[in-house]
């Protein structure tokens, strides 16, 4: 691409000050998921409501009129858009550009022969899914397979007989932005018979200009949506070729809009309307007010950025620079930062591909990077990303190089579309889509490339040593604090000193046995969706066996102040759960009392209830999974289960039964179900003088929202010497218990929720990824459960002395 092409929209600053105040400081990358609307265009649409009177088309009032003109005149702008001429084409409105291709393929299916598919493999989720309609269907892998079977002419033609032929493509691939030969349609139009092309241009249109003004090179068929051009509105389009028209003629179903004449009593007879395509298969009620919102679109969108050539020129430009930037990322050993999916890096930003760069992340030894770690940092840094398998299963299985029976393997470990992690072999099953739009500015591009070279780029010193746990000396030890966490996701509630704390094999006594369950769904809430969780503030009542909970901060008038449930499971009022239930309220028991639900309803503004987990007879499998926890871990036969002895046994201190006693490769085997997580004061006052070292204030402890704090009496003691514990014995050296480290606490943008306020920030979490990352996943504090009582039942308290061991 010739530098003459460069261009760089420079109102853009000032544009997005204007207009996109939603962006404040948020870096947006995901302009082909939709882009994003202008004030303007907000405005203008809604005084066009204001003033005008629209009543439903299809009468003769002269508010239907109105509609009616204006939709009118809408429909021919869209031709426009295109450069289509009206005497040609037509348009037909729908929900989406989905929408518009199961038009076409109702109208295929509906011919009595059936019909014969091929799409090409770039081809997004929506155009793969008219397959199954089918009589006959294939894939091509290549541009050369498609350029093959053209070139085949009527040849490859005579196996489907008398089938028509549809042949269909993205004209720009949504994963990675690849734009694909326009010249395909015409080519078939002059080799094949009987076949149509249907050009799905939904992701190409919001970045190119499309021109069908030559119309023996137009694909019969196009799909398309208007948000992903104008951010607003929900609305997409089927635009016809009309000699293609009769191939939606044929299908079963008519609705209100599409007929001339329907009778159903004595005789059941129709008659379509034939006028013209869009009548035929527009059913029902057109969505009027999306249809009129486009012409706001249309006007501020050139008002703000002239053509869609200098978008083009302006996005190119800016995806160029961010090619450029993050290709020649490197770690310190040389190794590549990012593996970059496209097929020609010397257009890059030119007219063989989009504005949109797939990439996945490596690290320093070559091992992928998992992008559901990188879109967890992105999301604190405010950075909105697309990740994982981005509706484009063959573009992800080509540049991936994933197999159908890998394919199969990581569907069967769990792995489904849109959740990212690594598959089979450490490989990704997705991809990190950077995606630009006509208001992304050059500071979008370089915050995105910081991004990764701040935390993806590995300096030589960054390697975190190994701590050589034999010469450590175990300081002395003692629990600092112990929390209780009785609703899951609300605040902790502190063991009070002097208070012996029973602790089950399931964890502290009362710690999450409650949860709050949403009233539609029937989900547990959890603080990652609502912070305002960390207001709720329960309290542990035993000698009146209650659990009181107050809500911190701001009161209103109506609610209660507070509301209290027995401790004591059987003298509970709870609802009737139905039986047979299944799903993930199956087992938990929400309260019976419009009082309650109205209490944490209000505290939340989210419809819930309280709920309560089965009693611990039960068992703790059927009890919570912990929020701190991860759920892609590979399940393995509890450890309590193994080696707990008889709670009446009393014997000495026995030697701890046989187990992996190196920690780093037990690490989180089996904290599946951890049932208490520990951290030590050493560490979070690493942690703070970290943060503080780079000028952020320090943090409270709760953010982790430990059961245990562990402290040292001896000063300074090492941090993180945790890393290296498998066994706790804490008590007297009478009375002790003994606990097992079950591996290090992986850590999500959930410490970055002030305990105290709910409000949320990137810290600690941008801090401990930069300087407590492990095999790419962020740590802090370790998962632990009692493994074994000198007594029948196991008490700490804070101030008991703790042993660590590290083998
Ligand atoms: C977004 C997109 C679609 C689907 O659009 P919807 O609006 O979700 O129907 C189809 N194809 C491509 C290439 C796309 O980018």
């Known amino acids: 691409m010739s530098p003459t092409d460069s261009f760089y929209n420079e109102d853009i600053d000032t544009i997005r000050q204007r207009e996109y105040p939603m962006l404040k400081e948020a870096t947006y990358l995901d302009h082909s998921g939709t882009t994003l609307y202008a004030k303007s265009l907000v405005e203008s649409f809604a005084t066009s409501m204001i003033d005008g009177l629209y009543g439903n088309p299809h009468s003769g009032s002269a508010s239907s009129i109105l509609s009616t003109k204006n939709i009118d005149n809408v429909r021919l702008r869209v031709l426009q858009f295109v450069k289509a001429d009206p005497e040609e084409f037509d348009v037909v409105f729908t929900a989406n550009a989905t929408a518009a291709i199961k038009i076409v393929t109702e109208g295929f299916r509906s011919r009595d022969k059936g019909f014969s598919y091929l799409y090409h493999r770039d081809a997004h989720t929506s155009l793969i899914g008219v ?26 033609r ?69 948000y992903k051009i104008f951010g607003f509105p929900d609305l997409g389009a089927l635009i016809v070729r009309k000699p293609a028209g009769h191939m939606l003629s044929q299908r079963k179903y008519f609705g209100g809009g599409t007929v001339d004449l329907v009778t159903c009593l004595k005789e059941q007879c129709y008659i379509p ?4 395509i869009h009548q035929q298969l527009e059913d029902g009620t057109l969505p009027i007010h999306n249809i009129l919102a486009l012409n706001s679109a249309f006007d501020v969108h050139t008002r703000l950025y002239g053509s869609m050539d200098q978008i083009s020129k302006h996005t190119s430009t800016l995806a160029r620079n961010l090619y450029q930037g993050l290709s020649t990322l490197k770690h310190f050993n040389g190794q590549p930062v990012c593996i970059i999916y ?24 070559g091992q992928w990077v998992d992008n559901s770690e990188i879109e967890k940092i992105a999301s604190i840094r405010n950075i909105h990303l697309r990740i994982g398998g981005v509706c484009n299963s063959g573009g992800i299985a080509h540049y ?20 990212n992690s690594l598959g089979v072999g450490g490989k990704p099953t997705g991809i990190i889509r950077v995606s630009l739009g006509a208001m992304s500015n050059m500071t979008d591009v370089t915050t995105f490339i910081d991004f990764v070279s701040q935390f993806f780029v590995e300096e030589e010193s960054q390697q975190v040593d190994d701590l050589d746990s034999e010469k450590v000396e175990t300081p002395s030890l003692f629990v600092e604090s112990l929390t209780v966490y009785p609703i899951k996701s609300c605040s902790g509630w502190p063991v009070p000193a002097n208070t012996p704390w029973e602790i089950k094999k399931e964890g502290l006594s009362f710690d999450r046995e409650w949860c709050l369950v949403h009233s539609g769904t029937g989900r547990i809430l959890s603080q990652k969706r609502y912070p305002r969780m960390a207001l709720l503030k329960p309290e542990i009542d035993l000698k009146q066996g209650m ?26 009022d709870f609802k009737t759960p139905p039986s047979n239930s299944s799903g993930t309220a199956a087992n938990i028991t929400p309260y019976n009392s419009p009082q309650i639900s109205d209490f944490f309803t209000s505290a939340l503004g989210v419809p819930c209830n ?7 007879a039960a068992g703790p499998s059927t009890r919570h999974s912990k929020p701190h926890l991860q759920k892609t871990q590979v399940p393995r036969k509890r450890p309590m289960e193994e080696s707990i002895a008889p709670a009446t046994v009393q014997t000495p201190f026995p030697t701890p039964p046989q187990s992996p006693t190196s920690s780093t490769s037990q690490s989180l085997l089996f904290s599946n179900e951890s049932p208490i997580l520990c951290t030590t004061r050493p560490s979070l006052d690493a942690l703070n003088s970290e943060l503080l070292a780079r000028g952020k204030p320090p943090i409270h402890y709760s953010v982790f929202r430990s059961n245990i704090v562990i402290a040292s009496s001896l000063t300074p003691t090492p941090a993180y010497l945790e890393d290296s514990w498998t066994h706790l014995e804490i008590g007297d050296s009478a009375t002790p218990a003994l606990f097992q480290m079950l591996g290090k606490c992986q850590r999500c ?13 990137e810290e600690p979490f941008v801090t401990l990824a930069k300087t407590r990352r492990f095999d790419n996943k962020v740590y802090f504090g370790e998962h632990m459960s009692l493994m074994w009582g000198s007594r029948d039942r196991v008490f700490v308290k804070i101030g008991d002395v703790v042993k660590a061991s590290t083998c």
């Open 131 to 156: 397959r199954e309609s089918a009589s006959r269907g294939h894939c091509f892998t290549s541009d050369e397979a498609v350029e093959h079977w053209i070139e085949s002419g009527d040849e490859a």
């Open 400 to 419: 991936l190089d994933i197999s159908p029976s890998e394919m199969r393997e990581n569907l069967a470990l769990g792995q489904r579309c849109g959740i």
């Open 273 to 276: 309307k034939k006028e013209t």
């Open 749 to 761: 943008s959930m410490v970055c929720v002030n305990q105290e306020t709910g409000a949320k920030s």
């Open 610 to 616: 309280l709920a309560r987990f089965p009693a611990s």
């Open 342 to 365: 496209t097929d020609s890096p010397s257009s890059y930003g030119g007219k063989e591909q989009g504005p949109t760069v797939a990439l996945n992340i490596k690290d320093s030894n």
């Open 547 to 572: 659990l009181r909970v107050r809500v911190k901060g701001e009161k209103s008038e109506e609610a209660p102040e507070q509301v209290s449930v027995p401790l004591d499971f059987r003298s509970a």
């Open 158 to 226: 005579e196996e489907s007989g008398e089938m028509p032929t549809l042949f269909a493509y993205p004209a720009q691939s949504n994963m990675n932005g690849r734009r694909l030969p326009l010249t395909w349609p015409g080519q078939v139009r002059k080799t094949k018979s009987n076949t149509y092309t249907l050009l799905d241009v939904a992701a190409f249109v919001s970045s190119a200009k499309l021109d069908l003004s030559n119309l023996d090179e137009a694909p019969d068929f196009l799909s398309m949506s208007f």
